[in-house]
């Protein structure tokens, strides 16, 4: 029987090297991380803040996502996934060719080699063509600003986050990205950020608190009553946000496989167990539940798994979700 013509080796446009089922996961992964931005946390953070806050807030997140765009695809990725200038950065350069975004994709930079100087392990090269890495990449550096920018809602001028972001990633997220993941000096040591532990929470949450610090503080009435604005389009983002994430961790391995598939369910079972640990303390000590604090369990749940989401064992996702929930409830104050 003859093979189907969808199914031939030899197809126009379909190199020996492209597998479709890891282009189609890995395409679909980084649509499901630019949901968790667009809409995701734009409708979050819109309806999260005050009334009188909230198109800013919405705002500040939708700036962020067209900008982060341009300023990848002109020099970010390569910055952050090209050939090596310096231990923690790559060489600026466009990602917009077509010989450039057609061909298989690579990470010229990750080459390890043991000290004698024999190739320990080969470079990074995904089956799917280089558009597909930029856009998935370009993602995660995306929402890594607009987490940044949930610091300082309600207190920042938006003039001054549209200079903000592309600054931001350019001198900031390039570098952590290239470091661990690009085959930067981190990358070679032998670290592991399995999904953006390092590169996208914490440095959000470092440059966070750092910016927050700098801007001050909101107004004093402003801070004693701090309110959503609409509880129902709260939950709606944060819906978004929850399920988007199966394409943060599950896109990671770059590839269709066993552990995206791991890491997919560990990731939705540590956000369930943080989200229902921190209910329980909520009835416990106040009496009743929170739907922000659920939003909260859920994103410290969601937040703690990426790391190791396709490493560790569901029996363990589970621990780590009681601990997500316990430790930042018991700080939130």
């Known amino acids: 029987m003859a093979t189907p013509i969808a199914y031939q080796a030899n197809l126009p446009a379909v190199p020996d090297w492209l597998n479709k089922g890891d ?172 999904s953006g532990g390092y590169v996208i929470h914490l440095a959000s949450g470092i440059s966070g608190f750092t910016a927050a610090y700098w801007v001050g503080p909101r107004l004093k009435s402003d801070r004693e009553r701090f309110s959503p604005n609409n509880i129902l389009l709260m939950l709606t983002g944060a819906g978004l946000l929850w399920l988007g994430w199966s394409g943060f961790n599950g896109g990671a391995p770059y590839a269709a496989n066993i552990t995206s598939s791991v890491a997919v369910l560990n990731t939705h079972v540590c956000a369930a167990t943080s989200l229902l640990t921190w209910t329980c303390l909520d009835v416990a000590f106040f009496g009743k539940p929170s739907v922000i604090g659920a939003v909260q369990g859920m994103m410290t749940g969601l937040v703690c798994i990426t790391p190791g989401a396709g490493l560790v064992q569901t029996w363990a996702a589970i621990v780590m979700g009681i601990l997500a929930g316990i430790i930042p409830w018991s700080d939130r104050g």
């Not at 060489?91 to 024999?118: D, E, I």
């Not at 190739?119 to 890495?133: I, W």
């Open 23 to 194: 282009n189609g996961w890995q395409l679909a992964a980084a649509t499901l991380v630019g949901m968790q931005s667009m809409p995701g946390l734009v409708v979050l953070y819109g309806s999260i803040v005050k009334k009188k806050w909230a198109v800013n807030s919405a705002f500040m997140a939708l700036y962020a996502f067209a900008a982060a765009l341009i300023v990848w695809v002109l020099v970010g990725f390569r910055m952050a996934f090209g050939e090596r200038l310096l231990p923690f950065w790559g060489k600026a350069g466009p990602a917009l060719s077509q010989g450039y975004l057609v061909g298989r994709a690579r990470m010229p930079a990750t080459p390890h080699h043991f000290r004698n100087g024999t190739l320990e392990k080969g470079m990074e090269e995904p089956f799917y063509p280089q558009a597909s890495l930029v856009y998935f990449e370009f993602t995660f550096a995306a929402i890594t600003l607009i987490l940044l920018a949930g610091s300082v809602l309600g207190r920042m001028n938006i003039k001054a986050w549209m200079a903000f972001v592309p600054l931001w990633l350019i001198f900031s997220y390039t570098v952590g990205a290239f470091s661990l993941w690009g085959g930067g000096f981190l990358f070679h040591w032998g670290v592991i950020d399995y």
